[in-house]
């Protein structure tokens, strides 16, 4: 009988502890940051530049980018739907990274970047596809909580700060790409957080996945 309960409870926590991990809602979404831990998260260089600060990843310090090595999709996504809460402090640059894999240091070489910025010296604003199709207009302020979405299907982009579509990008492109711009592509791969500069304060919470049919 002690073998018995100890196997229903043992049975009871992976259950628990998956539902945790995964954290799967009726809509589709997926959580892939639990507010309270980076777990499921990596980042090589300058990792004093993340840290959890009241359920929200604090992005304060020098260049780094924090990678998404959870066990949701292993941790490579083709097709979905992106989606964050996200405030900037004044001056602040930061970004998403999309299709990209873990590099131990360096700005990440794969992938596209979607651009946080809405009042650093950089024009290029919050949404930019950064460098491919750059958004000029500020349409959120700092110290204020927004969404940024993100849709990759096929290969098309598609950029959304709280419900306006800022970019709807198809890539054709490719062939046109200077030669430091040739892996932003669509592939597949993970995506990743960036700390730009010791002066950039960004935070992210509610960060959430939905896998898309490939």
Same mark, same amino acid.
């Given at each position: ?5 100890? +196997? @229903?409870?043992? +049975?009871? @926590?992976?259950?628990?502890? !998956?539902?945790?991990? $995964?954290? %799967? ?11 309270? =831990? ?6 090589? #260089?300058?990792? !004093? ?15 780094? &980018?924090?990678?998404?090595?959870? %066990?949701?999709?292993? &941790?490579?996504?083709?097709? @979905? /739907? @992106? ?11 930061? !970004? ?7 590099? #131990? *240091?360096?700005? %990440? =070489? ?8 809405? =009042? &650093? ?6 949404? =930019? ?11 959120? *302020?700092?110290? /204020?909580?927004?969404? /940024? ?20 990008? /198809? ?16 592939? $597949? !791969? ?7 500069? %010791? *002066? ?13 049919? #490939?």
């Amino acid at each position: 009988m002690k073998k018995t309960i100890n +196997l @229903f409870a043992a +049975l009871l @926590f992976l259950a628990v502890l !998956g539902s945790f991990v $995964s954290a %799967p809602k009726q809509d589709g979404w997926i959580s892939i940051f639990d507010g309270k =831990s980076l777990n499921g998260w990596k980042v090589g #260089e300058n990792a !004093g530049s993340f840290s959890v600060v009241d359920g929200a990843i604090q992005v304060a310090g020098p260049r780094a &980018h924090l990678f998404y090595e959870g %066990p949701i999709k292993n &941790h490579m996504f083709k097709n @979905f /739907e @992106f989606r964050a809460q996200v405030m900037t402090k004044p001056g602040a640059n930061s !970004g998403i990274y999309i299709h990209t894999d873990y590099q #131990e *240091k360096g700005w %990440p =070489s794969k992938g596209y970047e979607i651009q946080v910025n809405n =009042s &650093h010296t950089d024009w290029k604003r919050t949404g =930019s596809l950064y460098d491919i199709q750059d958004v000029k207009e500020t349409y959120v *302020k700092d110290n /204020e909580w927004y969404t /940024e979405y993100i849709r990759v299907e096929g290969k098309r982009i598609t950029v959304k700060i709280n419900d306006k579509t800022v970019v709807d990008y /198809e890539e054709t492109d490719i062939d046109k790409r200077s030669a430091d711009h040739l892996n932003r592509i669509l592939s $597949s !791969g993970t995506f990743a957080l960036q700390a730009h500069d %010791p *002066k950039s304060v960004v935070l992210f919470k509610d960060i959430q996945v939905k896998p898309l049919t #490939e």
